[in-house]
């Protein structure tokens, strides 16, 4: 097992890690085991090689001759993996590691140089752009260190316990919310209760305190708000005006949970069918383009793909939407790619009421993703309707009311392409010079919650 464990640790070193690991591993201040070192260096050679490591080699390389022996030697490399992957962690960040510094230099005596390492670590972080919870968690770190330092000699001035507090809490209020944004925002997937604790004192004592004006409090604050209470609309503004101003404050990491928070309850509000809130979404999705904020891994979501094209055609915006299907298709997953750009073209060419092309395009693609497939088809009724194939569209219906009985694991998606089929149908059977029997129709369309095809259902009766 610790063989299997060493194996996976080192196949996960990158170039560069490897390179450094092996400077790691032949130094005598880390590591005085030559046998640590002959393992590393077979191991190097087989994935240099492509080929996989094996226990006669590996043994022969350390110059053993038992199993125990062998497995001692794995032990003794993958903990100085291991060794190595924390120095990385501990000194990745220059500027916190003065902090330490400073710490060794108090705990020394050495006044002057704890001096200039402590302003020196005070300069760097104050340099540094953002003023997330770590950026007051580091101050709070430095105030402490000047604590001890000015206790340790004994002076009778004041000392900066307030500050120290007040930094203390400041990175705790903006870490506390953070997590609770985040737990409403999975609750909201996943049937669970989170229980933060003194959740409602620290909203409280942001208000008493006028602690909104720190954006590291003022975003989660707004944001808590939203999410738990899908009408505190004026908190969403505020927090999306704070996103704007200050959004060059926050590392790309939190500021992407940011948008990514803001765009999940918009398109919360867009399924609601709430007002506005299609421009709202679609200045977000743009805003975190521009900020290369929606990348994982250099990758574009297909679902964020999908999302941005439908948003971006109910807002009018086309030629946009066409442009961004041709410039961001390479960023989609290679099993993923040809069939949301057809399907995504084509809702364009739908878009433009050219439906010759919208039905090439989706015919020109195999959708294996079930929610592309469902996609599909609803685009295909919308034009034989709209093209008075009825015939078609008959077939098409129990087509896709079969393929959705049978796929029982979709909920939402399921209730929602069924309301879809239902609704068609009526329209089909409708006679539109019944006035009595039209509003009938429209009042049950309108009052749907999960629907998302309403906006077409409602014009298709305008007609």
């Not at 939203?226 to 926050?250: G, P, V, W, Y």
Request: aromatic share 12%; net charge neutral; proline share 2%.
């Amino acid at each position: 097992m610790e063989k299997i464990l060493l194996h996976e640790a080192f196949a996960a070193l990158t170039s560069a890690e490897l390179r450094e690991f092996g400077k790691f591993v032949r130094s005598p201040f880390f590591n005085t085991n030559p046998q640590s070192v002959a393992l590393f260096d077979y191991l190097h050679e087989c994935r240099e090689a492509g080929t996989s490591p094996q226990a006669a080699g590996a043994l022969a390389a350390i110059g053993a001759d038992t199993d125990q022996k062998l497995r001692l030697a794995n032990s003794a490399l993958l903990a100085l993996l291991e060794k190595y992957w924390m120095y990385q962690e501990k000194f990745e960040d220059a500027d916190r590691a003065k902090i330490r510094l400073a710490a060794a230099y108090r705990k020394r005596g050495l006044s002057r140089h704890f001096n200039i390492t402590l302003r020196e670590a005070r300069q760097s972080r104050e340099q540094l752009p953002w003023r997330h919870a770590d950026y007051y968690h580091d101050l709070n770190l430095l105030e402490w260190e000047q604590y001890q330092f000015d206790t340790s000699a004994k002076r009778t001035e004041s000392l900066n316990l307030q500050s120290t507090s007040d930094l203390m809490d400041t990175a705790y209020i903006a870490r506390k919310l953070r997590l609770a944004c985040l737990a409403l925002s999975h609750q909201a997937v996943f049937k669970t209760d989170y229980r933060i604790g003194m959740l409602e004192s620290i909203l409280m004592h942001v208000e008493a305190h006028n602690l909104l004006e720190i954006p590291a409090i003022g975003l989660y604050f707004h944001c808590y708000h939203f999410l738990a209470d899908a009408k505190a609309e004026a908190h969403f503004e505020k927090f999306r005006e704070m996103l704007l101003a200050r959004s060059d404050q926050f590392p790309p990491e939190e500021l992407r949970s940011f948008y990514l928070l803001a765009i999940n309850f918009g398109i919360k509000k867009i399924n609601e069918s709430a007002e506005g809130w299609l421009r709202v979404t679609l200045d977000l999705y743009q805003s975190a383009l521009q900020r290369d904020l929606l990348f994982e891994n250099g990758l574009l979501s297909r679902f964020a793909f999908n999302n941005i094209v439908a948003i971006a055609l109910r807002t009018g915006e086309t030629d946009w939407a066409e442009g961004f299907v041709h410039q961001y298709k390479p960023y989609l997953e290679r099993q993923w790619r040809e069939a949301s750009a057809k399907l995504n073209l084509a809702r364009v060419a739908y878009a433009r009421r050219d439906y010759k092309t919208a039905l090439l395009n989706l015919q020109r693609s195999d959708y294996k993703d079930l929610i592309n497939n469902l996609i599909a088809k609803t685009l295909q009724l919308k034009i034989y309707y709209e093209t008075a194939e009825y015939d078609l569209l008959e077939s098409h219906l129990s087509s896709m009311q079969t393929f959705i009985r049978r796929h029982t694991a979709i909920g939402y998606h399921r209730t929602n392409y069924s309301r879809i089929v239902h609704y068609t149908r009526q329209l089909m059977a409708l006679n539109f010079n019944n006035s009595a029997a039209t509003a009938a129709l429209r009042a049950a369309i309108e009052q749907e919650e999960i629907l998302t095809e309403k906006e077409w259902l409602l014009e298709m009766l305008d007609i």
